[in-house]
């Protein structure tokens, strides 16, 4: 199975997109995240959608609007405000992981493998065939 971030971007308009994704997958609907993390000395937020993998093909995606969205436990804020919305109209809860920062590693691709691992540990996504 391959599972992939895909960037859409860093939560401003694009989280209009990521909710669009998650409302007309929700028959494949895996889950919601919310990675917290201080980047830059910012306390900010990713807002993640987990599709089940496809069938055939076995590639399941993971949306991402990457570090963009202020963390909503430090300042409240309408962008987060809408992905919970989303999560009470799917009937599903966002989990929550405090997170490493992306700069913390050297290339962007790393930061995704972790949190895959991070994901797969916590088997909230399959583990690696």
Known sequence: MIQ???????????????IELARANRHRLSGLFAF?????????TS?????????PGDFQPLYICREGIPNPRVK??????????????????????EVKPSTFFAELDLYYQHLI???????FI????
């Open 4 to 18: 992939r971030f895909i960037e859409l971007g860093e939560g401003y308009s694009d989280i209009y997109e990521l």
């Open 36 to 44: 917290h993390t201080v980047k830059n000395g910012r306390p900010v």
């Open 47 to 55: 807002c993640v959608v987990v599709l089940h993998p496809t069938d």
């Open 76 to 97: 409240p804020n309408k962008r987060y405000d809408l992905f919970a919305q989303l999560a009470k109209e799917l009937g599903m809860e966002i989990i929550h992981l």
């Open 117 to 123: 691992g991070v994901m797969r540990m916590n088997r």
């Open 126 to 129: 399959p583990p690696l065939q």
